[in-house]
């Protein structure tokens, strides 16, 4: 069982492009992330949505645009790619948020920004 | 604002050594506490939360209010232990309700 799948998996792209991380649950859970995992930064939040049209920026929000137009997509946009985005990229979803559910990470995406 | 500092970026151990990850928090309120753990090659799962008080593959983590930390203890690490390590801290109330917020990650190794 798939659950929460991400894509690209691997993305290269160059400063200034648009780029889109893919991200579907299939457990029809509320909550919805985006972290980034950089060495010696961790996990940090981007953005989350406690629900379908409800986001809320997260800890680096700057320069990424997400969107929850339906339950099991929530799309993260870099709009215009710089090098420090280079990173990989982990959606994650839960049922009751953070407090009261436990939160299920994707694959990960990989993004290089030349 | 709401901190979690996980002061060891590596940590090596033998096997059967005990081990012990240490988390500190920062955080105004009384917040939900939990450790995820990344294994090479897998998705970042969760391990424990304190709410649970349960222990896991032998894993105990105990809250401790007035050194506001959370450390992640084993009493005989194993090979199979060796993953990313992250404690995680998520706030009880308020306008950050919800969200989960985590700490540098700890790099475990237990070797042979």
């Known amino acids: 069982d798939a659950g929460i799948t991400q894509s690209p998996r691997y993305k290269i792209t160059e400063t200034g492009r648009q780029v889109t991380l893919m991200c579907h649950q299939t457990?029809?859970?509320?909550?919805m992330f985006w972290y980034r995992q950089d060495l010696g930064h961790g996990l940090r939040l981007i953005y989350y949505?406690?629900?379908?049209?409800?986001?809320d920026k997260g800890e680096v929000p700057d320069g990424y645009v997400v969107s929850r137009s339906k339950t099991e997509n929530f799309p993260l946009t870099l709009e215009s790619a710089t090098r420090s985005q280079t990173s990989v990229y982990f959606c994650?979803?839960?049922?009751?948020?953070?407090?009261?559910?436990?939160?299920?990470f994707g694959e990960g995406s990989r993004l290089t920004v030349l | 604002a709401q901190r979690v500092t996980q002061p060891e970026k590596l940590l090596s151990v033998f096997k059967g050594a005990p081990v012990e990850l240490k988390c500190n928090y920062s955080?105004?309120?009384?917040?939900?506490l939990f450790w995820y753990v990344q294994y090479s090659r897998q998705r970042l799962q969760l391990l424990l939360r304190?709410?649970s008080r349960e222990s896991i593959k032998g894993f105990t983590a105990d809250l401790n209010k007035g050194e506001t930390s959370f450390h992640l203890k084993k009493p005989f690490a194993q090979e199979e232990d060796s993953a990313m390590y992250y404690c995680?801290?998520?706030?009880?109330?308020?306008?950050?309700?919800?969200?989960?917020?985590f700490g540098r990650g700890t790099q475990l190794t237990v070797w042979p």
């Open positions: 994650a979803s839960s049922s009751g948020g953070a407090v009261t559910g436990e939160l299920f």
């Open positions: 457990w029809s859970h509320s909550y």
């Open positions: 995680a801290l998520s706030p009880h109330r308020g306008s950050t309700l919800g969200r989960l917020y």
């Open positions: 955080y105004s309120g009384s917040p939900e």
């Open positions: 304190h709410i």
């Open positions: 949505s406690a629900a379908a049209d409800i986001t």
